[in-house]
């Protein structure tokens, strides 16, 4: 029943878009004022989309196996957590998902902006139909999440383990809220050019939704990778897979646009570099769908593979980018030569320089996403692209990125000098200094790192100084400046840093090594609703004698049947204490793989941080002076 | 001229973009590897599993028609189940078994060996895995069955039963 509804909600969302458009193209001639029926049809639609969506929960909820999604993805014996977040836990649910947040955003964005012209709200709406109705077919065509199955069966598939996680139950509808929140700049930015309404108001009307999605791409990122790190037992946060790597892509372009805007705010200079950025945070996050959905990357997290959807989602991305470029090259023209005159040494140079390297950073990333694609077509090899590459390209410019960013906000607009600024030559040597220290004690390579950490640690001064000198002006930049250092320092620490031991042990044994000795004292079976749980119990003697108890699980599944290993974490200030026990076949040894990982939580704490920044300053009435 | 310039090479660049795109969905993502054929074996040289010497290729594949080269390591676990087949090989001397220890430290791949058994004739140590990429290896364990210096079969996995007659089969 609830399907049935939910399905022919879908239908007549759409048959709305006709409406909205019909009479939103009336309006662009007739009169003055929008027209308050656009209004209404576009919370119509919203509605129907509810419906749709509430459709699909109630019939994961009452496990209605009729269903044809909520048969392959749900079954009894999981939590009612689990049942809910199974909705979007799959292709067809996370589009209606998807769909559920464009149709969101843009009843918002038409409530929002009634101090903005006419024609410019009108157009965002024009151009964000588009979406919703690429969308909208794309469901319907090839992936609807109301299939009957007739007869019904009794049980369903279950939900795959590894998806049953709390922190990635609510990782899609963050991330989603972000990425979508990135098609409505995308529309406006279309709409600004085709009504040249590209200007300071325009930045700061655009500002919010920047903001808005800039703070949940951010936070969906940090649940996906914390997810990684608890859940997939490779005692990593970041794996340059290739969905991290969509999600990385649209976070670089978003991250400089905002910069961008908070330029474009002040001054009428760099629109068209706002322009192409608000085009490219979308185009990235369809490509990163088409990327992943359809199947031409293989993946950890690819659902469903099917050619079919990928090449709806490559053709419909293709139009839009395609109808971007003509109207960039037709609308958008720079008249912006008169205010376009800043000194060398001023914080718009500091913000282009670091614009660049947001740039070479996001090239970096997309080059080694797709070009194993391109090289497999032009030449049948095959390759994958690994981390060594990421970090060969990367690291070196992150040093010149961070000084940038570290000296950047302690310039002025339009022109600055260096008088006063005796303190940034000190904290350098102090930063020198200690991270020299510090690398001193460890055997790895002197001169990449004692760089690397000095300019991390230079940046994490001169921020740290700002909180006192400017206190609460400008806070929520600083704070994301500050958390970012922070988490550059605590990535690079956590890289020297990490120890790890992987062997295989039987019960009763004792591993040694000259920092630590792990005993495997016995294991414990329990049984749980959905798994069977087989727990390790490990005493890890350290060198200065403190004992930790570790207790890494094997999960045994019902539904589906899969053994998934759960990692115990003992997580404090310093160090993370990680463990894994994996079941060796047909042998009484189980593979232990013990991590210590330094400073894990403030990768967690230090995005957190960089978040919060941005969420403050959604609050702010006026930006820095 | 600048500025038909621009619009017209973006849009040759999506264009190529989205054929390249369109192929590649119709290509499988399966990554099977390909199978190196008749290929000759790559050469190297390595440490010696045991102590520092070098071992180079050329004077270990020539006594023989017949060798079996082993990628493996004692972290990896399916390299725990192939190995009573490759216990069962050893017992085979038309065969020479070649081990490669991959991306392993010593003592955790001694106690390995100490443990299940030793088949292998020589073990190399390939401590950072170039070579075994050079052989055109995927993971651990994949073997190669070497005949008169050419590669002519290729297991990727661990080695089965029925892989394991196979190679009787083709040594007798």
């Known amino acids: 029943m609830a399907s049935l509804i939910g399905s022919y909600s879908l239908g007549f969302g759409l048959f709305f878009s006709i409406f909205i458009i019909f009479f939103s193209v009336r309006n662009l001639r007739d009169y003055e004022i929008l027209d308050k029926k656009i209004i209404s049809f576009t919370f119509i639609q919203f509605f129907f989309v509810v419906v749709s969506f509430l459709g699909l929960v109630i019939s994961f909820v009452n496990s209605d196996f009729s269903n044809e999604t909520v048969f392959n993805h749900s079954h009894t014996t999981k939590p009612l957590f689990y049942k809910i977040s199974g909705t979007w836990g799959n292709h067809e649910g996370s589009l209606l998902l998807w769909l559920l947040v464009l149709t969101l955003f843009i009843s918002i964005f038409l409530l929002k902006s009634n101090k903005q012209p006419k024609k410019y709200r009108i157009f965002t709406l024009l151009f964000q139909q588009i979406i919703i109705i690429g969308f909208f077919v794309f469901l319907i065509k090839t992936s609807s999440p109301f299939n009957y199955i007739f007869p019904k069966p009794n049980e369903g598939l279950g939900l ?6 709390p922190a990635l139950a609510i990782h899609p509808p963050i991330l989603y809220l972000g990425y979508v929140g990135s098609s409505i700049i995308f529309s406006s930015a279309l709409a600004a050019m085709v009504t040249s309404h590209v200007s300071k108001e325009w930045a700061k009307h655009i500002k919010r939704w920047v903001l808005v999605s800039w703070v949940f791409l951010t936070l969906g990122i940090l649940l996906g990778s914390i997810w990684a790190y608890y859940e997939l037992g490779w005692g990593g946060f970041w794996f340059w897979d290739p969905v991290e790597n969509v999600s990385l892509m649209p976070w670089f372009a978003l991250t400089t646009l905002l910069h961008c805007v908070l330029v474009l705010e002040k001054k009428k200079i760099l629109t068209s570099w706002a322009m192409i950025l608000s085009i490219a945070t979308f185009a990235l996050s369809m490509s990163g769908t088409f990327l992943v959905r359809s ?80 090289l497999e077509v032009i030449t049948a090899n095959k390759i994958s692209v690994g981390p060594p590459f990421y970090n060969k390209l990367i690291l070196p410019f992150l040093i010149p990125f961070l000084l940038a960013m570290a000296i950047g906000p302690n310039l002025n607009w339009i022109k600055s000098d260096l008088k006063d600024k005796f303190y940034m030559i000190i904290f350098l040597i102090i930063s020198f200094l200690l991270s020299a220290l510090i690398i001193k004690q460890f055997d790895i390579s002197f001169l990449i790192n004692t760089i690397l950490i000095t300019s991390a640690f230079y940046l994490f001064f001169s921020t740290s100084r700002e909180f006192f000198v400017k206190r609460f002006k400008n806070l929520s930049q600083n704070i994301a400046h500050f958390g ?10 956590n890289n020297i840093f990490s120890n790890e031991v992987i062997t295989n042990l039987k019960i009763g044994e004792t591993f040694k090594t000259e920092k630590f000795t792990i005993n495997f004292e016995n294991i414990e079976q329990e049984d749980e609703k959905n798994f069977k749980a087989i727990i390790g119990k490990f005493n890890v003697q350290n060198l200065d004698g403190s004992l930790d108890i570790l207790n890494p699980e094997l999960r045994i599944y019902n539904q589906p049947n899969i053994i998934t290993s759960e990692a115990d974490i003992k997580t404090n200030l310093l160090t993370d204490k990680f463990m894994t026990m994996n079941y060796v076949q047909n042998q009484e040894y189980f593979n232990i793989r013990y991590q210590v990982k330094p400073f894990m939580i403030w990768i967690w704490i230090s995005v957190i941080l960089i978040s919060f920044g941005g969420f403050l300053s959604l609050f702010k009435k006026r930006y820095e002076i | 001229m600048k500025s038909k310039f621009i619009p017209l090479i973006l849009i040759l660049i999506f264009l190529i973009t989205f054929v ?22 790559p050469s190297f040289e390595l440490k010696s599993f045991e ?47 070649i081990g490669f220890n991959y991306k392993d430290n010593f003592t955790n791949a001694s106690s390995f060996l100490k443990d299940l058994g030793n088949p292998y004739d020589i073990i190399v140590s390939d401590k950072d895995g170039t070579t075994s990429i050079e052989w055109g290896a995927y993971g651990v364990p994949e073997s190669f069955l070497v005949y008169q210096n050419k590669i002519i079969k290729r297991f990727i996995g661990p080695i089965n039963n029925e892989d394991l007659s196979e190679i009787q089969k083709i040594i007798k």
């Open chain 1, 160 to 165: 795959n383990p590894i998806l049953q996680d």
């Open chain 1, 295 to 374: 199947g031409i990357l293989n993946s950890v997290h690819t659902f469903a593979n099917d050619p079919e959807r990928g090449l709806f989602i490559l053709i419909f991305l293709f139009t839009l980018i395609f109808l971007s470029i003509f109207i960039f090259i037709f609308f958008h023209s720079e008249r912006e030569k008169i205010e376009n005159n800043f000194f060398w040494l001023s914080k718009e140079t500091a913000i282009l320089v670091n614009n660049w390297f947001m740039m070479y950073f996001l090239s970096v990333v997309l080059i080694g996403t797709i070009y194993p694609i391109f």
């Open chain 1, 484 to 493: 970012f250092s922070l988490l550059i320092l605590s990535i690079l620490f």
């Open chain 2, 20 to 41: 390249i795109f369109f192929k590649g969905l119709k290509n499988s993502n399966i990554y099977a590897p390909d199978t190196n054929l008749k290929k000759e074996v």
């Open chain 2, 51 to 97: 102590n520092d010497s070098i071992v180079i290729s050329e004077k270990i594949f020539k006594d023989k028609d017949y060798y079996f080269m082993n990628i493996w390591a004692s972290w990896c676990i399916p390299c725990k189940e192939e190995h009573k087949f490759l216990m069962e090989l050893k017992k085979d001397d038309r065969i020479e078994l």
